[in-house]
């Protein structure tokens, strides 16, 4: 059996684990009001996650290329499971951004940037997208065993409904909450009706009423110390498991020796290995417009996925609908799936085509969103689709890398492309977040629909400038001879 198996399973695993980022809509559900956090402090851990992502998956790629893939995926999976650890004491947006999004961040970029370039080598170019869609498909299905998990963990049922313990000290505090206001009432009217000198009477209710506020408080920390040891121990969990996880699979990630030939390489491919090999390095590939057009279309299509995925569960609550893991676990396999076919897809009909079919497609689903989706059916159906069309950008631009600058500088050369990647989820999660609380000031109910209009303008451009990058490509190709 070609050893390309065991490595690919290997990274298939490893971004399985890495996946935790997508689960940020759970946890992000969970926190509590107390802590003061508002809409767009809860989404700048995922967006500093995803820059602190891409950023470092430049130099991981460069790292992996010169002394493989084992030991900076290693090293991934440690910071990711020290950053899960620091967020497990963390209460303070700064302290979720140092723990999830700085150290997570890198160590995720780490994992990634280490996960794909040793398979893809193991394997002919007829395979490429095929092989890269099923390693990058394990960080898209991540959500569907990692969701539940930090659903129950942060006291949650697979519905989004709250489990019966958080229920129980919910409606206890509801209660107390209710005496007290009663209580208050009282001696609001007490002091009205006796003047001020109604002497022990008074004194009886106010007394009351103190007792009152004390109770009301006591359920209240209760609650509060609840709610904040579900988020801290489900962080713990994870910072725990995926550090010892991603750093046994690391073990299996190898790159194929020198002169090695893929098994299932034709002829054509034969006579191909025998020309000189086309390898740019990323001083090269600045260079070209190529590397900038491809750049531009993979923020705008990611970015626009990003916001879809960080803010699911809220999207779902404007339309007055309750899925909770369901509905992620359904835009994971979505996610999941779009990588694989898109990848197979892609090694048919070209990467361009594919990803013009994608971007308009998106574009149209974020149209559809702006229309108020209220039907659980019709809602879940366009989720799956949209979480289709980013995943498919997740194994159709590696490919599309490969194909243009070559083998050698593979890992370096898509850690600058990927780089788009974090911007976009940095900018679009963030813009949404501003454009929800500015609609919600205006109107007084927080709304997504232009940050909807907007990434779908930038997907139509997108679309548009795949036909530039074929133009461009052919230029490409004749003058480097890919």
């Not at 988020?231 to 690391?250: E, K, Q, S």
Request: net charge positive.
């Amino acid at each position: 059996m070609n050893k390309g198996w065991l490595v690919t399973c290997a990274g298939m695993g490893i971004n399985l684990a890495l996946g935790v980022l997508y689960t940020w809509s759970v946890i992000k559900k969970a926190i509590p009001a107390e802590w003061g956090w508002s809409d767009s402090d809860k989404a700048l851990p995922y967006s500093i996650a995803c820059i602190v992502f891409a950023v470092v998956m430049v130099p991981a790629g460069r790292l992996q290329d010169r002394i493989g893939p084992r030991w900076v995926a290693t090293a991934g999976g440690i910071l990711t499971g020290i950053g899960c650890i620091i967020a497990s004491f963390a209460v303070t947006v700064t302290w979720f951004v140092i723990g999830f999004g700085i150290f997570a961040g890198a160590g995720i970029g780490l994992g990634y940037a280490s996960a794909t370039p040793p398979a893809v080598k193991w394997f002919s170019a007829r395979k490429t997208g095929l092989i890269a869609g099923l390693v990058v498909a394990g960080f898209g299905l991540a959500s569907v065993y990692i969701s539940p998990v930090a659903n129950h963990l942060t006291g949650f049922s697979l519905s989004g409904k709250p489990l019966p313990a958080v229920e129980e000290l919910a409606r206890a505090k509801a209660l107390a909450d209710a005496d007290y206001a009663k209580a208050r009432q009282v001696l609001t009217i007490s002091q009205a009706e006796f003047g001020g000198i109604g002497g022990v009477e008074i004194t009886h209710i106010a007394d009351d009423a103190a007792l009152k506020d004390v109770a009301r408080k006591g359920a209240a920390a209760q609650l509060l110390a609840l709610k904040e040891r579900n988020i801290h121990r489900t962080m713990l969990f994870f910072g725990i498991g995926f550090l010892i996880v991603v750093t046994v699979l690391a073990q299996f990630l190898a790159a194929p020796p020198p002169g090695y030939r893929p098994p299932d390489a034709d002829a054509g491919a034969a006579r191909a290995a025998a020309a000189p090999a086309v390898n740019l390095g990323p001083g090269e590939i600045l260079r070209t417009p190529l590397f900038y057009l491809l750049w531009s279309m993979f923020a705008f299509a990611s970015g626009a996925g990003l916001m879809i995925i960080g803010n699911i569960t809220t999207i779902a609550k404007l339309g007055k609908i309750e899925a909770g893991f369901i509905l992620v676990a359904l835009l994971a396999i979505g996610n999941a799936a779009g990588r694989i076919i898109a990848g197979m897809l892609s090694d048919r009909i070209g990467r361009l085509w594919t990803m013009f079919i994608i971007f308009l497609f998106q574009a149209v689903l974020m149209m559809v969103l702006r229309t108020g989706l209220a039907d659980m059916t019709a809602f879940v159906i366009v989720s799956m689709l949209l979480g289709f069309n980013y995943g498919a950008c997740l194994s159709v631009f590696p490919s599309a890398v490969k194909d243009n600058f070559g083998l050698k500088n593979f890992g370096i050369n898509y850690g600058l492309v990927f780089t788009a990647w974090g911007v976009g989820g940095f900018v679009f999660p963030l813009a949404a977040g501003r454009m929800f609380e500015a609609a919600k000031e205006t109107t007084g109910i927080g709304s997504y629909n232009d940050a909807y209009l907007a990434a779908a303008a930038l997907l139509v451009v997108a679309s548009a400038l795949t036909f530039v990058t074929r133009m461009l490509e052919k230029k490409h190709t004749a003058q480097f001879g890919v």
